[in-house]
Each structure stands twice: as C-alpha cells, then as structure tokens.
C-alpha cells in the first residue's frame, strides 16, 4: 500500500507526542535556525496533471513509484522519484501498451503496481478492442529488481466468480495473509458495481469465498450511476480502513469509508461497517471537483500519513465525463480523528497554476 504491500502501521500515539515534545524542545534551544531540524517543502498540487486514479508505491530502495490512467486509455506509465513533489517533473516511461485487437485492447484503466515475492506486478482493467465495455481485471508481472527494466509478463485476466463488468483491483496483506479488493457488478443487483474482496493463492489468482463489503445505497453513492470502486486500505489504531469512491465521474464523484477492528476476520461482511456519509468531497472554496479514486502513502520521514487522489478543478463538464481529460494527481497531509478515525479534511486548493 504505501510502504510496501503489508499494510503500514503507525508508531503509538504516546511515542508521536513524546517525539514531538522532544523536537519542540530541540528548536527552541537550537543557537541558529541552521541547527534547526529543516522543514518538509510543501506538498505541490496539481502533483501530475491529466492522471487519473492515482497509485504511489513507496519502495524499500528509497523511491516512490507512480503510475495513473493516462487520458488516452491505452497504455501503463510509470515514474520514480526519492521525494513525492519530485514526481511532478519525473521522467515518465511507457511499460507496456495496450494490444491493437482482442483482449487488453481497450479502456486500459487504473493500474497499480506492487512489489510481491520479490517480483514487481501490475494490476489493471482493460477490455476487448471489438467489445469496449467488457471490461476486466488483468495482471502483468516483472521480475526485474528495476521496473523500468526487464520484460512486463502478461499473466491474463484475474478471475472472479463472474464474467461481468469488473475493475480497480488492488492487494494488500494483512497478518500474513493477501488479499485482492475490487470493484464488480453482481448479477441481478441493480447496481453498476459493488465493493468486494478475496484471499489471494498467488498474485494473479483468488482463493476461497469472494464476499460483498458495499454496495451503493446511500443518495450520494448514486448519483448518475449506482457505483462503488476505487477501494484503498490503510491499517492504523487496531483498525483497516478502506475507502472508495462512489457515483458517477463528474462533480458528484467522492468518497465513502468502510471500517474493520484488525482482530476480526476479515471475511465477514459483518465485521465491517459502513459510513452512512461521504468524508472526501467536492469544494467550491477550493475550487476541487469530483475528488476520489485514491491511494495512500507516507512522506519522506516515513511516519505523515498522505492522500493521494485525482480531482478537477471545474465542475461543469460539456460531454462525457470520461472524455474529459483533466482529472489531476493531488497530494495532500491524511489527519487522525481523536478518536483513531481518518480526517480527509476537504481537497485542497491548487498551489501551481496552469502556464497559459
């Protein structure tokens, strides 16, 4: 997920307080501001401009992978850079292409990539180049240590209990076992897609029952179509939380929470509980609209919590949401609640301006 795919866990509370108590300390007796601890560069938004449903690996070899939908939906893209805001400016290589007939041909959608086992992989939605719509989870494997190098393997279509509309998959572990999360329409639930997850055999194959955690109920999970997706887990304060994105792609886009102790299993739906409200929304204030399909990351000293996402920063739209192609990288600082519960605060304002 941030650090690597086993889920991040925050160091304790009391040790954050004493920390921060002793580096006030450390300022206030520091002889020069030159001894003084440097601060963090604040966090560049727009980050990448014109990619969507963003996905930062942070790596064990110190750099932070990036990769996004590109607004031609028709290949993978990656950049890597030791700093977050570095990524604005990275260079950006294609590491694969979608195929120019049949399968992974079309819509290619959302990658993630990840480290597992020693190999790097890519999740991905893509569909048929003669059938446009039907679209699927895909996965490609690298065993190069560099991702950049080395030969992109496709490993075919994840199968999931049906062959219906199905995409955004990303994997995580937790207490030593891997999951897959995704988003699929159900046969005969009147919805487009519903949340769901897995136990993973391998990184390109589910295992065991697959349950249902969400479906789309709420007014503001049905806005233009009935849609839950994008789901991203963070485990921190006993708890998993896993957010996701709901309605259509326009302003009205935003973000739900579900909620699990991390002693439970997992695996019934029962243990999870669901937000009756949105908590990442669009804001005038700030001139965001339609913020949601995120991931999350840490910054650079390993222990701030930070909320990637993608977002536009107008809210009327002529045509199809998905043929307009600014959909924004955001990054921003995630808070805690008092009571161990994310605060996604409200997507901020723009701190570049666009060059005209």
């Known amino acids: 997920m941030s650090r690597n795919d086993e889920l991040p866990h925050a160091p304790s509370r009391r040790l954050m307080l004493k920390g921060a108590a002793l580096a006030a300390g450390a300022l206030a007796i520091a002889p020069t501001p030159a001894t003084a ?8 938004n727009p980050l990448v401009r014109r990619r969507a449903d963003p996905y930062i690996h942070r790596h064990t070899d110190g750099h932070y992978y990036f990769t996004a939908t590109v ?24 590491i694969w292409t979608k195929h120019a007939t049949g399968v992974m041909g079309a819509h290619i959608w959302a990658p993630e990539i990840h480290r597992i ?24 494997e690298n065993a190069n240590p560099d991702p950049f190098h080395g030969t992109w393997e496709e490993k075919g279509q994840l199968r999931t209990a049906w062959e219906t509309f199905s995409l955004d998959a990303t ?29 993973m055999a391998n990184p390109w194959t589910l295992t065991g029952p697959q349950i249902r955690l969400s479906t789309p109920e709420y007014d503001w999970e049905t806005v233009g179509y009935k849609v839950n997706e994008g789901p991203a887990v963070i485990a921190r304060n006993g708890r998993l939380f896993l957010s996701y994105s709901a309605s259509a792609t326009d302003w009205h886009y935003c973000m739900g929470l579900l909620t699990v102790d991390a002693n439970a299993d997992l695996m019934d739906p029962a243990n999870w509980s669901k937000s009756p409200t ?24 390993g222990r701030r919590d930070v909320l ?26 995630l808070g805690w609640h008092p009571d161990g519960t994310p605060d996604f605060g409200v997507p901020v304002a723009d701190t570049v301006k666009e060059s005209v």
């Not at 994997?171 to 136990?199: C, I, K, V």
């Not at 949105?278 to 000293?301: I, K, L, M, R």
Request: glycine share 6%.
């Open 37 to 44: 601890s440097p601060k963090a560069a604040p966090f560049v």
């Open 71 to 94: 607004p031609e939906y028709d290949r993978i893209v990656l950049r890597r850079s030791r700093t977050l805001n570095g990524l604005a400016a990275a260079a950006e290589s294609v």
């Open 117 to 140: 086992g020693g190999k790097w992989y890519a999740y991905f939605a893509s569909a048929p180049a003669e059938s446009i719509w039907d679209i699927r989870i895909w996965v490609l």
């Open 171 to 199: 994997t995580f572990t937790h207490r030593g076992t891997r999951y897959l999360a995704w988003a699929q329409h159900e046969p005969g639930m009147d919805n487009n897609t519903a949340l769901w997850l897995s136990r």
């Open 278 to 301: 949105p908590v990442f929304t669009s804001n005038d204030t700030t001139g965001q609209y339609g913020p949601g399909h995120n991931c999350f990351t840490v910054a650079e000293d």
């Open 308 to 333: 990637v996402y993608h977002a536009r920063q107008y809210k009327e739209i002529t045509g199809d949401p998905l043929d307009d192609p600014n959909r924004h990288t955001r990054i921003q600082p």
